[in-house]
Nanobody, 124 residues
Framework: QVQLVESGGGLLQAGGSLRLSCAAS????????VGWFRQAPGKEREFVAV????????YYADSVKGRFTISRTNAANKVYLQMNSLKAEDTAVYYC?????????????????WGQGTQVTVSS
């Protein structure tokens, strides 16, 4: 299993930008699909974005499409989530997760490796 560590969370005002990072240790992301999920207080964890590490294909939740961008850096073995035009409703703990798959999936049950999460707070 790959171990994941997120970083980059913080507190900012609406309209601002933030970049989250997800680093893998123990092995590379090769053969994985890597996703970002988030969980707001009192709500279920929800899908945000996903990337196929090998093919580079991506998919986004409708709520973040056009504002968030998921990307990867092979050399650094990291996945990023660039978040622009942030809104108060984006406030949540953001988790990086990995699934051993060769196709894009947004099913949370497919993701077996999880990071500890990083808090993003957007004030209106």
């Amino acid at each position: 299993q790959v171990q994941l560590v997120e970083s980059g969370g913080g507190l900012l005002q609406a309209g601002g930008s933030l970049r989250l990072s997800c680093a893998a240790s123990g092995r590379t992301f090769s053969g994985y699909v890597v996703g970002w999920f988030r969980q707001a207080p009192g709500k279920e964890r929800e899908f945000v974005a996903v990337i196929n590490w090998s093919a580079g294909g991506t998919y986004y939740a409708d709520s973040v499409k056009g504002r968030f961008t998921i990307s990867r850096t092979n050399a650094a073995n990291k996945v990023y989530l660039q978040m622009n035009s942030l809104k108060a409703e984006d406030t949540a703990v953001y988790y990086c997760a990995a699934a051993t798959a060769t196709f894009i999936t947004t099913d949370i049950s497919d993701f077996r490796s999880w990071g500890q999460g990083t808090q993003v707070t957007v004030s209106s």
